[in-house]
């Protein structure tokens, strides 16, 4: 069994898609929210899983911040730390203690459109293709190992939120699949790129982009 921490910020709705999807070998130690409002936290509580708050208000500085969120997260002994809406910048000393064993979901298709507003951007550079990212968390933000991708069209209508909810939709299946891969040992780093076992079965590995319609 790999114990897993999800940090949310909000909703929390990936981190739904994660605790829906059942990952075999997967246990959900916890969910932390920086943010004491966020929504996710009552959805996971209802389902018995431990929720904490570490509001990062309360901490006059970074470090300070990040260095209180390893201790509480390493209480849970997790093997796998996933962002899922986190919104606060990470210190490379945090991102470091959970090298190979930190991920987020980014709505973009990267190396584009790195940070925040993404579906905006991507809407005002007029790009035909838009979709998310799941990469291992490195210092320089949104630059890590991209472990999966899926696109959407981007239609000559699109807001920026009619464009957000149909990459939502993907963000939905393949967050869980990439966790899973990572669960199943599937996932390797080599030179800074992601080696996926699983691309050895096509039918497996097929499963999130055929999806991407
Ligand atoms: N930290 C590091 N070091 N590297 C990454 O790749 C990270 C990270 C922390 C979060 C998620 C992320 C994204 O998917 C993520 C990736 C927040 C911001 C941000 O600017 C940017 C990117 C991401 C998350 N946050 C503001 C800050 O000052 C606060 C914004 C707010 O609270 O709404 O931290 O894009
Ligand atoms: C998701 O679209 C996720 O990709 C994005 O915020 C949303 C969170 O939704 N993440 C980021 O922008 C990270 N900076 P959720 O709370 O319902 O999962």
Known sequence: MKNLVILISGRGSNMQAIVNAQIAGAHIAAVISNRPDAAGLAWAAERGIQTAVLDHKQFADRERFDQALAELIDGYAPDLVVLAGFMRILTAAFVQRYENRLINMHPS??????????????????????????????????????????????????????LAARILVQEHQLYPQAVAWF???QLQVVDGKVKNAAAANPEVFLRAPSTAS
């Open 109 to 162: 298709l990267l190396p584009a459109f790195t940070g925040l507003h993404t579906h905006q951007r991507a809407i005002d550079e007029g790009v035909k293709l838009a979709g998310c990212t799941v990469h291992f968390v490195t210092a320089e933000l949104d630059h890590g190992p991209m472990i999966a991708q899926a696109a959407v069209p981007v239609l000559d209508n699109d807001s920026a939120d009619t």
């Open 183 to 185: 669960v199943a040992d």
